[in-house]
């Protein structure tokens, strides 16, 4: 199955957002839900071509509350996140999935306290607890970690040099999150 992941806006929240509206409610309304890192929302789909048309479908959301939308495709990567535009790309043709890896951005992934972050109570914190450890064990989930408290931070961009990755070195993080992108997103 491939993967959606919106990352809201920071001066958003992301789920309120998208499902106080109809219209982006309706198009989720047949997913089921989940919310891998800080201000996200994920959904699975059956192909990257569901995922791009999903994403066409919230166009108008996507401009205003998202700051990017991600796609895990299965068949190209177990564990590298593709830009929507190169998701795109591949849907249509245009890129062989085994030429998608040389671009990258890199994100690290830092833990942050849910309860001090959004003010909630321990109630409202543990049945967020039971959600993410659902998320987490989600064998599509990008990496083995439990992304439950994270969020993305600060993106390099890498060229991956003989099919090696550069180490992320923005910030003092335990864990990454990779992103394919395309060229044209690189320069």
């Known amino acids: 199955m491939t993967r959606v992941c ?5 001066d958003c929240n992301l789920q309120y957002e998208l499902l106080s509206r109809e219209t982006s409610r309706e198009a989720l309304a047949t997913y089921d839900l989940t919310r891998p890192f800080e201000n996200s929302l994920s959904v699975r789909t059956v192909s990257v071509g569901a995922a791009v048309s999903l994403l066409n479908d919230l166009q108008w959301y996507l401009t205003r509350f998202v700051d990017e939308a991600l796609v895990l495709e299965p068949s190209v990567s177990d ?35 849910a309860a001090t972050e959004t003010g909630e109570s321990d109630v409202d914190r543990e049945a967020d607890d039971e959600g993410d450890a659902r998320d987490a ?7 083995t970690a439990s992304f439950a408290s994270q969020r993305l931070v600060e993106p390099l961009y890498v060229r991956r040099a003989g099919g090696e990755l550069p180490a992320y070195d923005l910030c003092d993080v335990e864990e990454t999150l990779v992103v394919r992108v395309t060229e044209a997103e690189y320069t």
């Open 6 to 10: 919106l990352i809201g806006n920071d």
């Open 137 to 143: 064990n989600d064998s599509d989930a990008g990496t």
């Open 79 to 113: 564990d590298e996140w593709l830009s929507r535009a190169l998701a795109r790309e591949l849907r249509n043709g245009d890129v062989d999935p085994d030429e998608t890896g040389e671009f990258c951005k890199i994100y690290g992934l830092e833990r942050v306290d």
